[in-house]
């Protein structure tokens, strides 16, 4: 079965720390992969998407994933993160190349940043 | 440019009783999906319509249903509510089908509770 695992369901860091949110997938072909985050009271909004090529994406706000295809793997890193950055991170997937919106969501996790 | 607007935002509704929530997507955009989201199960796939055919629909039963209308606004009917039902519904709206260049934009969803 599609399925996506974000093994952090909760993180807390400083100001300043440098983030890394894991994200793997199981999926039985070729894959798009995203990051989406949901900022107190706000609507989901993509950080991130790797389709092809470079498998380093650069996101928003300075947030970058890296796609490694032999361990299922699409992590999210932050050098440095900032009390901004208090929000929920959802890791996504979607069958690439497939005409279809259709996503397949982790569960979710939410980082704290104490100022 | 508005984005995608929801409404209600909040319901709440009986054990056994029908619902309908409303979606409107941002100007031409003409795909537009749902999802439930709970505590629990995340964020999952209900279903997708683009130019007012149903392109693909998630694991759920017969009770959930959905249409677009020629203007790419969009329905969602829950009939014979029951209490785990309860959850977040999001509607995300693209300009096309897939995921090639155009990202899901999210709505701030409808807060569903059946009592």
């Known amino acids: 079965a599609q399925s996506v695992s974000q093994h952090n369901h909760h993180v807390i860091l400083s100001e300043a720390a440098s983030l890394e949110l894991g994200c793997n997938y199981s999926y039985g072909g070729t894959v798009n992969l995203f990051w989406y985050v949901q900022y107190p009271g706000q609507h989901l909004q993509l950080l991130l998407k790797y389709f092809s090529g470079d498998p380093l994406v650069k996101g928003i706000k300075g947030f970058e994933a890296e796609f490694i295809k032999s361990k299922f793997s699409f992590n999210l890193r932050k050098p440095s993160v900032q009390w901004s950055d208090t929000a929920e991170y959802f890791c996504a997937v979607s069958h690439y190349g497939g005409a279809t919106n259709k996503l397949i969501f982790g569960t979710g996790t939410l980082l704290a940043v104490q100022p | ?115």
């Open chain 2, 1 to 115: 440019k508005a984005g995608v607007t929801q409404t209600p935002r909040y319901l709440i509704k009986t054990r056994g009783q029908q619902v309908t929530l409303s979606c409107s997507p941002i100007s031409g955009h003409r795909s537009v999906s749902w999802y439930q989201q709970t505590p629990g199960q995340g964020l999952q796939f209900l279903f997708e319509y683009f130019s007012e055919t149903q392109r693909n629909k998630g694991n759920f039963p017969g009770r959930f249903s959905g249409r677009q209308f020629s203007n790419s606004r969009s329905e969602m009917n829950v009939s014979t509510l029951e209490l785990g039902d309860s959850a977040l519904y999001l509607c995300a709206s693209s300009w096309g089908q897939g995921q090639g260049g155009s990202p899901l934009h999210f709505g701030n969803g409808t807060r569903l509770t059946v009592t």
